[in-house]
């Protein structure tokens, strides 16, 4: 398998970005574990679980498990929120989606063909901002507010 990782330009303190890509795999605890670590343990099941359908989303739906393809990610911490930023090299464009409008938040009927990640990933995570003419998603987790309920 193979890996890229490099560290952003230098920002303020407290403050760095992250970059990481791949080939397209399903292979992802490498991948999530460097995704989680500067994570607060209490969060790391539930944030797996939707990072882990985003990646496998990306790699699958988006790049069709074309080991040719790669699946970026750019991860840091914003104060109390922390970001992912997922994108993969698919050519489906928003009107090859079937998923429901984003202003909807419910579970998609047992028959349809998608839209299920959406709506996990929307109950993880805090923000969800799905861009898929960009083929990227954005995921953001406000992780002092979870950190300490558990």
Same mark, same amino acid.
Request: proline fraction near 7%.
């Given at each position: 398998?193979?890996?890229?990782?490099? +560290? +952003?330009? *230098? %920002?303020?303190?407290?403050?760095? $970005?992250?970059? $990481?890509?791949?080939?397209? !795999?399903?292979? %992802?605890?490498?991948?999530?574990?460097?995704?989680?670590? /500067?994570?607060?343990?209490?969060?790391? *099941?539930?944030?797996?679980?939707?990072? #882990?359908? *985003? %990646?496998?989303? +990306?790699?699958?739906?988006?790049? =069709?498990? &074309?080991?040719? =393809?790669?699946?970026?990610? /750019?991860?840091?911490?914003?104060? &109390? %929120?922390?970001?992912?930023? $997922?994108?993969? #090299?698919?050519?489906?464009?928003?009107?090859?989606?079937?998923?429901?409008?984003?202003?909807?938040?419910?579970?998609?009927?047992?028959?349809? /063909?998608?839209?299920? @990640?959406?709506?996990?990933?929307? #109950?993880?995570?805090? !923000?969800?901002?799905?861009?898929? &003419?960009?083929?990227? $998603?954005?995921? @953001? =987790?406000?992780?002092?507010?979870? +950190? !300490?309920?558990?």
């Amino acid at each position: 398998m193979f890996f890229s990782v490099m +560290a +952003a330009p *230098a %920002l303020p303190a407290k403050r760095s $970005i992250g970059r $990481i890509s791949f080939a397209s !795999t399903l292979y %992802l605890c490498p991948v999530l574990d460097l995704l989680l670590t /500067e994570v607060p343990e209490a969060l790391h *099941a539930e944030l797996r679980l939707g990072l #882990q359908e *985003a %990646l496998v989303n +990306a790699a699958k739906h988006g790049n =069709k498990l &074309d080991p040719g =393809k790669t699946v970026a990610v /750019e991860y840091a911490p914003d104060g &109390d %929120l922390y970001w992912w930023t $997922i994108s993969d #090299q698919g050519s489906s464009t928003a009107k090859d989606c079937c998923c429901p409008p984003e202003s909807e938040n419910h579970l998609p009927e047992e028959t349809s /063909e998608c839209g299920r @990640g959406l709506f996990i990933l929307k #109950q993880i995570f805090d !923000t969800v901002e799905w861009c898929p &003419d960009d083929r990227k $998603i954005r995921l @953001g =987790k406000n992780l002092k507010a979870r +950190a !300490t309920v558990v």
